[in-house]
């Protein structure tokens, strides 16, 4: 047997792993201090669906930050895809005690039949997509494209958001804008994650302070009128 010494040197942080970390760490605190005033001042259905979103949020983001090796890796990766298809409910349940009622019987009917079939197709698609990897090694559905239908989750409640806008009472219009402000803001978010640039600190700069921005204003918007 031969013994040959190996020294290790502890690779620090790329500066762009560094900075996520850091900014994943602000957004999340904005997040959980959202939740907590949405539940205590928070008045209505839209307000709560809305802590909802940032509870399922914060349940995706602790689960990115949690070592894991094999099968555990496996159920936390799950489950902070849950956490984040939680998230998606909750935006559709706020636009919904929003404008919902601004809508006949039939669309009311039809939009969370859309939504739920959106829902299960893009959950079921990145569930698939971490089960085959981990389970045959293949990271061929782990490719950005393979993640568009869950981003499409999003397309019912902004549809319902946009046209319910033009159906409710002048003196909402003024809410519903910042709300929709924020709804288009998610989106753009949305669009970065999906796009396969490589990651800077500039565009996680970009990307974090669009993301804050939304939280804030939509939690204007169901706070403050």
Not at 23 to 29: F, G, N, P, R, V
Not at 125 to 133: D, G, M, S, V
Not at 167 to 191: H, K
Request: hydrophobic fraction near 55%.
């Amino acid at each position: 047997m031969v013994r040959v010494p190996v020294t290790t040197v502890a690779a620090p942080l790329r500066a762009t792993a560094a900075f996520y970390y850091v900014q994943s760490t602000i957004a999340d605190l904005l997040l959980g201090a959202m939740a907590l005033l949405l539940l205590w001042r928070g008045v209505g259905r839209a307000a709560f669906s809305l802590a909802l979103y940032c509870i399922g949020y914060l349940i995706g983001d602790a689960g990115e930050s949690i070592p894991g090796a094999r099968e555990l890796a496996l159920v936390v990766i799950c489950t902070t895809v849950i956490g984040y298809a939680i998230a998606r409910i909750g935006f559709y349940l706020m636009v919904d005690a929003l404008v919902g009622k601004r809508f006949s019987s039939s669309i009311r009917r039809l939009a969370p039949v859309l939504f739920t079939l959106l829902l299960a197709v893009g959950l079921g698609t990145r569930l698939f997509a971490y089960i085959h990897f981990a389970m045959d090694g293949s990271a061929e559905f782990l490719s950005s494209v393979y993640s568009l239908p869950f981003s499409f989750i999003y397309l019912v409640p902004l549809f319902v958001l946009v046209t319910g806008y033009y159906r409710v009472e002048s003196e909402m219009r003024l809410r519903l804008r910042w709300v929709l402000v924020g709804a288009f803001a998610i989106l753009v978010t949305v669009i970065i994650h999906n796009a396969d640039i490589e990651p800077s600190i500039y565009l996680l700069t970009i990307d974090t302070g669009i993301y804050m921005f939304s939280i804030l204003a939509m939690a204007y918007a169901l706070l403050r009128h």
